[in-house]
Nanobody, 118 residues
Framework: QVQLVESGGGLVQAGGSLRLSCAAS????????MGWYRQAPGKQRELVAV???????NYADSVKGRFTISRDNAKNTVYLQMNSLKPEDTAVYYC????????????WGQGTQVTVSS
C-alpha cells in the first residue's frame, strides 16, 4: 500500500524559513511527479510547486524566488524549502504524488500546517 508521509511545518515569523518533506512509502511503484499544494481557510486548494520526472519544476507565481522544490529519487522523497515566508503563506500544505502502480494514480498526504506570524 502506498502512502505519503509528510513532516515539517509549524509556526514561524515573517521572513523566516521552513522545510517540508514528503516520503512515498510502499513498493511496486514509479513516480511520475511529486509536488505541494496548499489550502488557506476559506480558499480553494492551490498548486505551490511540482517536480516531474527528469527534474523539471513548476511554481506558483506567488512563491517564485522564495520556495524551492527538490526530490531525492533514492528515498522517494520530495522537499519544499520555503524562505522569506509571508503571513499570506499560512495554510495547510498537502503533498501530492502521481504514481504509477500498474496504472497511474493520484495520492495525497495528510497535510501539515504552516503558520507565518507577522
Amino acid at each position: 500500500q502506498v502512502q505519503l508521509v509528510e513532516s515539517g511545518g509549524g509556526l514561524v515569523q515573517a521572513g523566516g524559513s521552513l522545510r517540508l518533506s514528503c516520503a512515498a512509502s510502499g513498493s511496486g511503484f514509479s513516480i511520475s511527479s511529486m509536488g505541494w499544494y496548499r489550502q488557506a481557510p476559506g480558499k480553494q486548494r492551490e498548486l505551490v510547486a511540482v517536480i516531474i520526472t527528469g527534474g523539471r519544476t513548476n511554481y506558483a507565481d506567488s512563491v517564485k524566488g522564495r520556495f524551492t522544490i527538490s526530490r531525492d529519487n533514492a528515498k522517494n522523497t520530495v522537499y519544499l524549502q520555503m524562505n522569506s515566508l509571508k503571513p499570506e503563506d499560512t495554510a495547510v500544505y498537502y503533498c501530492n504524488a502521481i504514481l504509477v502502480v500498474g496504472v497511474q494514480r493520484n495520492y495525497w498526504g495528510q497535510g501539515t500546517q504552516v503558520t507565518v506570524s507577522s
